[in-house]
């Protein structure tokens, strides 16, 4: 139910949006998860629909902005400035719920995913 897209091969400094598009169902909160070789999966920026919500990681805080797109049923995730350290393969999640601010980076509260999409920033 969850379709991400966006990924690429950039060069560091560049920016890279991803997407992340719902069919059928509208959810309550979206996130964005991504696991590099050799690590588990860590969180990255989350969004309730209602957009009154936002988190993220705080290595990417000034550098991402999470958003939803009402017409579309979408959730974009705007990438700045990437560096070689956001190589990964990044999946977006979803949960009918609107999470808590304490559980939003918590991968266990999103009862949907999508398939990832790579993204690789070289120096």
């Known amino acids: 139910q969850l379709q991400a897209c966006g990924g690429g091969l950039v060069q560091a400094g560049v920016s890279l949006k991803l997407s992340c598009t719902a069919s059928?169902?509208?959810?309550?909160?979206y996130g964005w998860f991504r696991q590099a070789p050799g690590k588990e999966r860590e969180f990255v920026a989350a969004?309730?629909?209602?957009?009154?919500?936002?988190r993220y990681t705080e290595s990417v805080k000034g550098r991402f902005t999470i958003s939803r797109h009402v017409a579309s049923n979408t959730v974009c995730l705007q990438m700045n400035s990437l560096k070689p350290e956001d190589t990964a393969v990044y999946f977006c999640?979803?949960?009918?719920?609107?999470?808590?601010?304490?559980?939003?980076?918590?991968?266990?509260?999103?009862?949907?995913w999508g398939q990832g999409t790579q993204v690789t920033v070289s120096s």
């Open positions: 999640a979803a949960d009918g719920r609107s999470l808590i601010w304490s559980t939003m980076a918590d991968d266990d509260a999103y009862d949907y």
């Open positions: 059928g169902r509208t959810f309550s909160t």
């Open positions: 969004i309730r629909w209602s957009g009154s919500t936002t």
